[in-house]
C-alpha cells in the first residue's frame, strides 16, 4: 500500500488496483482480483522440472480456504476488503484522459499474473488515434507545392508511420542497426516498399521484425499503431516519416537541450576514428547527443542527467570495446541557433569559438553560464536561440 501512496502523491495518479498479491516469495499462494473477488491460484514448479506447471483453475477467494495456511485466509479477505475500501474501482475514461492508473501484480520470473496483464493491456489500451501530418514533397523537389496540413484516420489505406527510435547492436553478434517504426495507418506486408519523406529513398523492407520482450520474429504484416522493426544501414533515423508514396510528413520528435554538457575522449589515441562512429550511433539512438565544436577536434556530449553518462560509458565498453573519460566542459548551455542566412553568418563569425554542429549539423551556441546566453540574446535579437529541436 505504500506503493500506491506514493504513486498518488509523487505522479498526481489515482492509483486503482486491479490484482492483489498473497503472500509472496516462497509463500506466494496466487492473488485476488479487486471487485470481482476471484482467486487465481499460483502453482510452484518443482525442483528440476523443465518445464511451468498449469495454475489450478480461478475460483472465489471465499472458497479457497484450500490454498492456504491458518490466518493466511482470513488476512488476504481483510486486506481485500481494505484495498477496495480505501482505493477508487477503476474507471477506463478516468483511465484515458490520465487521471488513473491500473495497478496490477505479477511475476516474470515465476510466470505468474503475465496472460492478465497482457489481457488488460489488450482491453483498455486506447486505440490508434487520428493524427496530424502534411503533404509535402521531399526535401530538395524543384518547384515543389507548399506543405498541405492533413490528418491521417488509422483506417486509411495507404500505409503510413513514423521512426520514433533507432536501436543498435541488440544482438551482440551482429553490428545491426534497427529503426522502430511505429504505424498510423493502412495494413503492412512483408516486401512491402515504403518511401522516406525527407529524403526520397524507397526501402524494400523485406525483414521486418515484431518484438515481444527478448524473442523476434519475422513480421508478416502489420496495423495501425503496431510498432515494427526496420534493419536499416544508416538509411532511418528518428523523426523519419515513412509512406507508401513518400509525400505524408508527421511532426518530428522533440530534442530537449541538455543540462549537463562534458567532454569525452578514450584512453586509446589509436581508437579516435572508432570513437567518432560510435559516438554517431549513440546519438542517433538519442542515448545522448553530441556536439562537435566548430574548432578543435573534442567531442562535446549533452545529457539531461549524470546516469546517461554512466549508460554510454557502459555501452561504448560493452559494444564497441572503447574505455572512454569523461571531463568536465567549459559549456554550460546549449542553444540551436536560426535565423536568416545573413544573420546566421553574421552571428557565427563573432562567436566562432562557441559554436558546434550536431548530429545534424545544424548549428549550435554553447554559452560558459545562463547568463551569457541571456546577454547574447538581447544582443542579436534577430537570432532566435531555442531549447528544442524537431527531429525529422
Same mark, same amino acid.
Given at each position: 500500500?505504500?506503493?500506491?501512496?506514493?504513486?498518488?502523491?509523487?505522479?498526481?495518479?489515482?492509483?486503482?488496483?486491479?490484482?492483489?498479491?498473497?503472500?509472496?516469495?516462497?509463500?506466494?499462494?496466487?492473488?485476488?482480483?479487486?471487485? /470481482?473477488?476471484?482467486?487465481?491460484?499460483?502453482?510452484?514448479?518443482?525442483?528440476?522440472?523443465?518445464?511451468?506447471?498449469?495454475?489450478?483453475?480461478? &475460483?472465489? &477467494?471465499?472458497?479457497?480456504?484450500?490454498?492456504?495456511?491458518?490466518?493466511? =485466509?482470513?488476512?488476504?479477505?481483510?486486506?481485500?476488503? @481494505?484495498?477496495?475500501?480505501?482505493?477508487?474501482?477503476?474507471?477506463?475514461?478516468?483511465?484515458?484522459?490520465?487521471?488513473?492508473?491500473?495497478? @496490477?501484480?505479477?511475476?516474470? @520470473?515465476?510466470?505468474?499474473?503475465?496472460?492478465?496483464?497482457?489481457?488488460?493491456?489488450?482491453?483498455? #489500451?486506447?486505440?490508434?488515434?487520428?493524427?496530424?501530418?502534411?503533404?509535402?514533397?521531399?526535401?530538395?523537389?524543384? +518547384?515543389?507545392?507548399?506543405?498541405?496540413?492533413?490528418?491521417?484516420?488509422?483506417?486509411?489505406?495507404?500505409? /503510413?508511420?513514423?521512426?520514433?527510435?533507432?536501436?543498435?547492436? !541488440?544482438?551482440?553478434? =551482429?553490428?545491426?542497426?534497427?529503426? !522502430?517504426?511505429? !504505424?498510423?495507418?493502412?495494413?503492412?506486408?512483408?516486401?512491402?516498399?515504403?518511401?522516406?519523406? +525527407?529524403?526520397?529513398?524507397?526501402?524494400?523492407? +523485406?525483414?521486418?521484425?515484431?518484438?515481444?520482450?527478448?524473442?523476434?520474429?519475422?513480421?508478416?504484416? #502489420?496495423?495501425?499503431?503496431?510498432?515494427?522493426?526496420?534493419? +536499416?544501414?544508416?538509411? @532511418?533515423?528518428?523523426?523519419?516519416?515513412?509512406?507508401?508514396?513518400?509525400?505524408?510528413?508527421? #511532426?518530428?520528435?522533440?530534442?530537449?537541450?541538455?543540462?549537463?554538457?562534458?567532454?569525452?575522449?578514450?584512453?586509446?589515441?589509436?581508437?579516435?576514428?572508432? &570513437?567518432? %562512429?560510435?559516438?554517431?550511433?549513440?546519438?542517433?539512438?538519442?542515448?545522448?547527443?553530441?556536439?562537435?565544436?566548430?574548432?578543435?577536434?573534442?567531442?562535446?556530449?549533452?545529457?539531461?542527467?549524470?546516469?546517461?553518462?554512466?549508460?554510454?560509458?557502459?555501452?561504448?565498453?560493452?559494444?564497441?570495446?572503447?574505455?572512454?573519460?569523461?571531463?568536465?566542459?567549459?559549456?554550460?548551455?546549449?542553444?540551436?541557433?536560426?535565423?536568416? %542566412?545573413?544573420? &546566421?553568418?553574421?552571428?557565427?563569425?563573432?562567436?566562432?569559438?562557441?559554436? #558546434?554542429?550536431?548530429?545534424?549539423?545544424?548549428?549550435?551556441?554553447?554559452? %560558459?553560464?545562463?547568463?551569457?546566453?541571456?546577454?547574447? !540574446?538581447?544582443?542579436?535579437?534577430?537570432?532566435?536561440?531555442?531549447?528544442?529541436?524537431?527531429?525529422?
Amino acid at each position: 500500500m505504500a506503493l500506491l501512496d506514493e504513486i498518488a502523491s509523487r505522479l498526481q495518479l489515482d492509483p486503482a488496483p486491479i490484482w492483489w498479491p498473497a503472500q509472496s516469495g516462497n509463500r506466494l499462494r496466487g492473488m485476488v482480483e479487486m471487485g /470481482t473477488g476471484r482467486f487465481q491460484p499460483y502453482a510452484r514448479k518443482p525442483a528440476g522440472a523443465a518445464e511451468d506447471v498449469p495454475h489450478p483453475e480461478a &475460483l472465489p &477467494l471465499s472458497e479457497a480456504g484450500q490454498y492456504f495456511e491458518a490466518g493466511e =485466509h482470513e488476512a488476504l479477505l481483510e486486506a481485500q476488503e @481494505l484495498v477496495e475500501g480505501g482505493y477508487p474501482a477503476f474507471d477506463r475514461q478516468s483511465f484515458l484522459e490520465g487521471h488513473m492508473t491500473p495497478v @496490477l501484480w505479477g511475476s516474470a @520470473l515465476r510466470h505468474f499474473g503475465i496472460d492478465e496483464l497482457l489481457a488488460a493491456i489488450g482491453e483498455w #489500451a486506447p486505440p490508434p488515434k487520428v493524427m496530424k501530418a502534411h503533404k509535402a514533397a521531399p526535401a530538395g523537389t524543384r +518547384n515543389a507545392a507548399e506543405p498541405v496540413p492533413l490528418t491521417v484516420a488509422p483506417g486509411e489505406a495507404e500505409v /503510413t508511420g513514423f521512426v520514433f527510435k533507432v536501436q543498435a547492436n !541488440m544482438d551482440p553478434n =551482429h553490428r545491426d542497426r534497427i529503426a !522502430m517504426f511505429r !504505424m498510423a495507418s493502412g495494413k503492412f506486408t512483408r516486401g512491402m516498399k515504403l518511401k522516406v519523406q +525527407n529524403t526520397g529513398k524507397q526501402l524494400s523492407v +523485406n525483414a521486418p521484425i515484431m518484438f515481444f520482450a527478448s524473442d523476434r520474429e519475422l513480421a508478416e504484416d #502489420a496495423y495501425a499503431g503496431d510498432v515494427i522493426g526496420i534493419p +536499416n544501414h544508416g538509411v @532511418l533515423r528518428v523523426g523519419d516519416s515513412l509512406s507508401e508514396t513518400g509525400l505524408i510528413r508527421f #511532426a518530428g520528435l522533440p530534442n530537449f537541450a541538455p543540462e549537463i554538457l562534458q567532454r569525452v575522449r578514450v584512453k586509446d589515441p589509436l581508437k579516435a576514428k572508432h &570513437l567518432k %562512429k560510435a559516438l554517431d550511433g549513440l546519438a542517433e539512438e538519442g542515448v545522448t547527443q553530441l556536439f562537435r565544436p566548430e574548432m578543435g577536434s573534442d567531442f562535446i556530449v549533452g545529457a539531461v542527467g549524470q546516469l546517461q553518462f554512466e549508460v554510454m560509458a557502459d555501452r561504448l565498453g560493452e559494444e564497441y570495446g572503447l574505455e572512454v573519460i569523461f571531463e568536465p566542459s567549459p559549456w554550460a548551455e546549449a542553444r540551436w541557433i536560426g535565423g536568416t %542566412k545573413a544573420d &546566421l553568418e553574421d552571428f557565427m563569425s563573432k562567436y566562432r569559438g562557441q559554436m #558546434a554542429r550536431d548530429i545534424d549539423d545544424d548549428p549550435v551556441f554553447l554559452a %560558459k553560464s545562463s547568463w551569457e546566453t541571456g546577454y547574447v !540574446m538581447e544582443r542579436f535579437p534577430v537570432v532566435a536561440f531555442t531549447k528544442t529541436k524537431e527531429r525529422g
